[in-house]
Every structure is written in structure tokens, then in C-alpha cells.
């Protein structure tokens, strides 16, 4: 599966689920054989009884008008919702499944919100599927609401096995069906899962269960997922430790073949366990400070002793100066360092000595994390692996991905959100130039278009682009501005290739950039439908007159729904660089991105000629023409964005100019030469052979 299906693949599926809902019930009004209310409680679509809900919707029936207090957010992979009305009733909570994290990042707990939606069931759960078409409506009404408050259960009513039938656990069980529960103590830890099991949610490590601390009904234990809605794993305490009480979402889902129902927590104030925390993640905050996040809430004396922490260049002279715990409780920890190490190299943290709010005793062994030193900004992250260069076939890739497909160590990135194309989000460095983009994949947070963030992730090179994934946090830095797009050709961005020497400038410099195209033309596919339709992607050719070059405006995302492309238009097009398996794309923002060309100017810049020789070299050349009096700013960069040199800098007027750069202020590697006239912006690579 390429790159780009992945993100379409549950488009697709779910339009095949509108089709099939054409034919199925909408509410209201309900089927023509029943006298039903126009509004559709949480109750008539779980309450599984016709004679107890003569108006339960069917499956793939449409309903309009669900509404509940949010109570969870799942917060991996596809995204969902759980609601629950105030009064806690039997049957009154369900989760609303909507695809994507950029949907999900809307809502916040005690929002209460209305779903319009398909009745569907997952794994045995009802759902309501708001993720497609007409039905992807999921209305906020008002914040702030309290949740409601827990069903208290026991470990009886809850049994983890069976889900199905008709006994008395799972009558009992299936009344709270994606409710807030409760359960109360002592508890104790009974068995860990030891293996991973692919495909329900249940993970080595994160699923554990518990039984009544006092022996009785021993044959009835609850099964716990520390891993489903949480955003850092909630590991297992040890076997045969002490749990006081455990709260959470009630789900369904498979576990070794077995139906069984469990009890999802959202985060570590879903339990109070006598025992040693564990240490879940640790990232750069910023080039002197790490936030390390355990899944337990944390005694604070021994959080803020900084004596229980130590990086791994210790013994070289790095210190932790300062332990934090933020905001004073929970689970979260910020260090101040001292690190005698370079950024960007691996570093470890190892805490010990460090005890649980619910047991300040119980202190935790030696634990450790790995991570790349500093917060890096795009550009840095994209500098290429020599070794993947090198490699037969060629390969563009991050210096901090893994293997192939696979994620490389914990790193922090810094940059300005652009836009999100379904499930990819784009940020893009302050400071732009050329390398300075990457796509981040389904963030568990919302984030805003203008404000720059820091996400703590891996990287993995994923069919040829480089792409920000297991997203742990995000941080949001406030308002910036997103840089203004750069004014490309189609020769360059139609050139997916890898470039061995990184002498070129082609698609992989803009990769996860905002670029700007002008007097290109529609036209038609090669293959039916020949021509593109409403809200489609189209082709584009250029430059104008000799139209050779091809380049695809991509609808990833939707965002120009009522705009169609007309073969023959010429036009100027904002976008986001794309790269799925070498093939490059133009991703617009919306349809305010399309704007129409002149067909009889040919798009050279704007008659701006910009260039640097020779390329590589000990002194570079750098030559521009201005066809126009204009502001002009000539500056070189290096890969992390800082400024290197200014070589020109004020208003000229029109001519042609030349400046020279020797790379005294600098070391031997690789540049950009950034040049803005006006509101344009060029950029080009230069390698300093210093």
C-alpha cells in the first residue's frame, strides 16, 4: 500500500458505507412502520430490545441529532469520541468513530456535542460512524460541562470474559457500554499480557488484570488497557501489587481469540496503584531542558530530587541541574541539563529512586530513554543520510529515520503548522528555505494553522518522504506566521528523483514546503475519465510556452470541493509539496489557492534570474537580475535556518548583480542562498568546499 493510499484507504471504504446507508433508514423520521420521536437518544441506538426501543435504529441506519457530554478522546491512530448524557444511566454513553485526529482536535472532555451519523458496530461495540460525507458532522453545543459521574461496578460486573450471552456479568457489563466506570479496591495485579496482539488494541507491557485484593470471587477479573486512549503507554504494575481503585471507559474488543470487555484509561489519573512508576517517554523541550513523562502521578519530593535523574554523558561532564514536576502534580517531569554533548546526537536519560503519589515508598529502580539532543527544526531533520545517498538505488532520507519503513530514536522538531491533508499534517520552519518541511502523521492534538508547535516523535522515511510518526506530544508555541511560498518551476518540483551529490535543486528540497506556480495549465488525464471534475485533483503542465513538464494538484483532503478545473485555464497555484513513492504533488490549502495566470507571460521568475557557480566551490558566485527597482534581501543560511552572511541587503534598482561568498564565516558543508525581492522569495543550495 503506497503512501498516499494509506491516507485515502478509509475515505474509500467509508464511501462504500454512504452508498450502502441510501438504501437504509434515516432518524427522523424512522421507518414508515413506527411512530418515532424526531430526536435520537444514546439509548434508542444502544438499548439492543425492540420491545424495551421499538425505535433502535438498524445498522448502517442514519441518525441525526446524538448528543452527550465528551468523556474520552482516543487519541491514536484513527480517532474517536465517547459521550455519555449527564444522567449515568443504563445505556446512555457510546463512541462516535471520526477518523482523523485534525476532527478529533475540536472537541475537549465536558464539551457537549450532537453527532449525525451511521449506527455501526466495531469489534462487537456500537458505534456511531460520523466520518463520511454528509454524515461527518459532529456539532459542538457548549464547553465546560461536568462529566458525569462514574457508574461504580465490581470486578463481578465487569468479568473480562465473556463479552457475549446472556448471564448476569455481561447483562450488567453491557448497560455501561463506553461509559465512565468505576472500580474500588484493594485490587491486585493478577496477570500481565506478555504479547503483542495485532490488530484490538492490546499491546506487551499495557494490559494487565486485576482481582479482589481480599480473595474473594477470585475466578472475576477486569481486564485494563493502558494504551487505547492514552497518549504515552500506561505499563503494568508488577505482579501482586496493590491497586486501590481503577476508573475508565468501558470498551469491547478481542483478546487471545476471547470477546471480552475491559476498562480503557485515559491517563495516568485513572488509577491509584502502590507502586513504583515507570518511565514512558522522555524528548527534548528545548536545547537545555527534557520533559520525561511517567504513567503514574508522582510523589513530588522524590519527582524534584534532582539526584534521581542522570543523562548518560554524565560521566563526560553533563549535569541535571533542575527537576520540575509540572504544574506541581501528575506525571510529568521537565530537567534542566548541562550537556557537554553536540545537538543532534543521541543522549540517554536514566531516573530512579522515584515514588508514586499513591505510594511515595515505593521507589522505582533504574529506567532510561533515548533521544536525539535539541530541538531541531525541519531542515535539520531532513538533511540526507550520506549512507542512503550512497546507497543502490539512491535514497533521500533522514539521518534520524530507522531502517527502511522503519522509526528512528525521539526526536523533537520545531515549526509552524501549514495545513493538514486528512491524517498528514505539514510544518514547516520560521525561518522557511529550502529543506525546511515535513509532514507530520495523525498528531494526538489539535493544532492551528499560524502557530508553531514542538512534537516529540520518530522519524521514518515512508515511501520516499520523510514523515514525523508515534506523535507523544505537542507544544504549542503560540501565534508566528506561516512563511509566504516559495516561487518554484515545474521542471524543478516534477523532479522526484534522488540526487546522489545533493547538487540539484528538485521536488526533495521542497519537500513539505509551500510553493508557488504560476501560468501553468490544465489539462486533461491520459486515462478515463480524461477530464478532471469538481473538487478533483487535475494536471497541470509548464512552463508556458513549451508545456512539457507535468505536475498533479492533488485533492488530498478535500479542501477545494467546489472548485473545478477547466482543461486549457492557465492559472497560479499555492500549495504543499507531496512526495508519495518518488511522485510529486501539489497539495492546495483550499480553492483561495487557485487563482487565474496570463497566458501571454511567461512565467521566468517574473523576468528574476537567480543563480550560483560554480557549485560546489571554495568561493561561490551568486548573480540575480532585477527587472524592477525592489526591496531586496540576499543572505545565506545553514541547514538549521540560522543566517550566515548578508551579501546584499536594501532597495536597488532594476540591473543585474553580482556578489561573492568565500564561506569564511562558515565550515565546509551545504547551504542555502535565500533571495527576497519584494514579497518573492527564491531560494538555491550551495556546497562550500571551505
Known sequence: MSRLARVLLTAALLSSFATAAVAAVKYPPGPPYRSCPDSVTIFQVQRHDTLANPCMPALDDTVWGVGGIVTAKRPRSTARLYIENSNAADYNAIQIYVTDQA???????????????????????????????????????????????????????????????????YATAITSEGALVKVNGPLKVARVETVNLSGNGLFAGTNWLLVNGDGSAPGDSILIDGYTLT?????????GYTVDWVQGIVGRATNDGIDCWMIRLRGPDDQSVQAPPNLSEAYPIADNKVRVIFDNNLDITTAENEANYALGSALSGSTVDLAELVGGAGAVVDLTITDVQPRLTLETIQTENIGSAACPGCLSGQQSKTFILGVMTPAELQAPNADSLAAIPCLDKSQFAGGGFAQGERVSVRGVFVQSYGSLYYLEGAAGGLRNGVSA????????????????????????ETELSNIVGVIDLGASAVPAPILETLPVLADGGCDPTQTITNAEDYEGLLVRVENVKVVPFNTEPTIPSMGGSFRVVGPYPTWTDTLL????????????????????????????????????????????????????????????????????????????????????FDLAGRKIATLAKG????GQYTREWNGSDAGAGIYFVRLRVGSETFSLRTVSLK
Not at 497518549?231 to 505482579?239: Q, S
Not at 502523521?441 to 520516499?464: D, H, K, L
Not at 532597495?651 to 532594476?654: D, L, T, Y
Open 103 to 169: 476532527y478529533n482536535g475540536q472537541f475537549a472532555l465536558g464539551d457537549s456535542v450532537v453527532a449525525y451519523a451511521l449506527v455501526k458496530e466495531y469489534q462487537g461495540e456500537t458505534q456511531l460512524d460520523g466520518s463520511v460525507g454528509v454524515s461527518k458532522i459532529v456539532r459542538k453545543v457548549s464547553s465546560g460541562n461536568p462529566l458525569p459521574p462514574f457508574r461504580m461496578h465490581t470486578t463481578t460486573d465487569l468479568r473480562y470474559t465473556p463479552a457475549t450471552g446472556s448471564g448476569s456479568a
Open 231 to 239: 497518549p504515552t503507554n500506561i505499563n503494568n504494575p508488577p505482579l
Open 441 to 464: 502523521y495523525n498528531p494526538p492534538y489539535a493544532m492551528v494553522p499560524g502557530n508553531e508547535y514542538i512534537v516529540a516523535s520518530r522519524a521514518q522515511e515512508y515511501y520516499t
Open 553 to 636: 494538484v492533488s485533492s488530498l483532503g478535500n479542501h477545494y470541493p467546489d472548485y473545478t478545473p477547466v482543461v486549457g485555464n492557465i492559472l497560479n497555484i499555492n500549495g504543499v509539496i507531496h512526495i508519495d513513492s518518488d511522485v510529486p504533488r501539489l497539495l492546495p490549502r483550499s480553492a483561495d489557492d487557485i487563482t487565474p495566470g496570463t497566458a501571454d507571460v511567461t512565467p521566468t521568475r517574473t523576468g528574476i534570474a537567480f543563480a550560483v557557480s560554480p557549485n560546489p566551490a571554495r568561493i561561490s558566485s551568486i548573480s540575480f537580475s532585477l527587472p524592477r527597482s525592489a526591496d531586496v534581501d540576499l543572505s545565506v
Open 651 to 654: 532597495s536597488m534598482p532594476a
